[in-house]
């Protein structure tokens, strides 16, 4: 009897370990991930064209667009956790900046494309849910960004816009934006859809418990 509840204890042990091991080791990764996204983004080699009236051409453009297809595919497989948020979003900010006028057209629409499903999702919702979740995601904004970061954000006094948006929908608003104002209100559509995910997420474990 004694021998059984310490193999138990022991095994118990062990699982708690490998999880604590895991878990430092999931972390560490998404720092280290992170850490290297930051060092591509600030990096020399990545010049900045915003302040220039041509674009890329040849070899160059070539090498840049990989870039940028490997930024957005960096960034769309973070896990947006608090830890992480805000540093993901100043990363993405900065990289925006380094773009020239065309670039930063591909870098939304490549945005918007990782953004497909859960805008369609959103826009599918009656009217004043829309409304309700857009006030819910700008508290979230308010509550989750530092002050010095919420400073640069327009989106944060913009209540005839928001309005719009649980009017018309995001996709709808989106089409009326140029990437620069796109870019401002991301954060604010991902809190959205990250809300929209919350609420069905329940919804659907009912549906499970009810079959």
Not at 41 to 47: A, H, I, L, P, R
Not at 53 to 61: A, D, I, L, T, V
Not at 89 to 105: A, N
Not at 141 to 169: M, S, W
Request: aromatic share 8%; net charge negative.
């Amino acid at each position: 009897m004694k021998t059984r509840v310490f193999t138990r204890g022991l095994l118990t042990c062990l699982v708690v370990w490998l999880v604590v091991l895991a878990a430092q080791g999931y972390f560490r990764e998404l720092r280290s991930t992170v850490d290297t996204l930051e060092g591509v983004v600030q990096g020399e080699e990545f010049s900045d064209w915003s302040e220039r009236e041509s674009e890329p051409e040849g070899e160059e453009k070539r090498v840049r667009d990989q870039r940028i297809q490997a930024v957005v595919n960096s960034l769309a497989r973070q896990e947006f956790n608090r830890d992480t948020k805000v540093r993901l979003g100043e990363i993405r900010s900065e990289f925006y900046s380094k773009l020239s006028r065309g670039e930063r057209e591909v870098f939304v629409g490549l945005l918007l494309e990782g953004l497909e499903h859960s805008i369609g999702a959103f826009d599918q919702q009656p009217g004043d849910k829309r409304r309700k979740w857009i006030k819910q995601a700008m508290k979230a904004v308010r509550k989750e960004l530092p002050e010095e970061v919420q400073a640069g954000y327009g989106i944060l006094d913009a209540e005839t816009e928001y309005e719009r948006i649980g009017e018309a929908g995001l996709r709808a608003a989106m089409e009326e934006m140029g990437p620069d104002e796109f870019m401002e209100f991301l954060p604010l559509f991902e809190i959205a859809v990250e809300l929209l995910q919350r609420m069905r997420i329940p919804q659907m474990e009912g549906l499970r418990g009810g079959s």
